[in-house]
């Protein structure tokens, strides 16, 4: 079992920025795969960030350069990060966390296994 819980979603201007973060708790597991995805309603939800056991990140193409995954330490009890600079209408939506134990070639997938519940961001114009 490993329990994953958001916060830090809320609203913001176009241009500004928000952190999410995401308490972690992957009990006897150590964890292969982090990641960030965010959905809203009537399309599927999609990989924003991940990060893998040895610090190697993911970003979609939509938010590089614009936001920054990171995860304070490779714990059972840590907490991952998603730094939101320069936020456009474009990332609102329910974003979600999620890990995985086992080895994915592309931890940028939403095929991880457990989730959290979400947190909402919304971006005005």
């Known amino acids: 079992q490993v329990d994953l819980m958001e916060s830090g979603g809320g609203s913001a201007q176009t241009g500004g920025s928000l952190r999410l973060s995401c308490d972690v708790n992957a009990y006897e597991y150590t964890l292969y795969c982090v990641g960030w995805f965010r959905q809203v309603p009537g399309k599927e939800r999609e990989g924003v960030a991940a990060l893998d056991s040895s610090g190697n990140e993911r970003y979609a193409d939509s938010v590089k350069g614009r936001f920054t995954i990171s995860r304070d330490n490779a714990n059972a009890k840590s907490t991952l990060y998603l730094q939101m600079n320069s936020l456009k209408p474009e990332d609102t939506g329910e974003y979600y966390c999620?890990?995985?134990?086992?080895?994915?070639?592309?931890?940028?997938?939403?095929?991880?296994?457990?989730w959290g519940r979400g947190t909402e961001v919304t971006v005005s114009s």
């Open positions: 999620a890990a995985d134990p086992i080895f994915w070639a592309d931890c940028l997938t939403t095929r991880l296994h457990y």
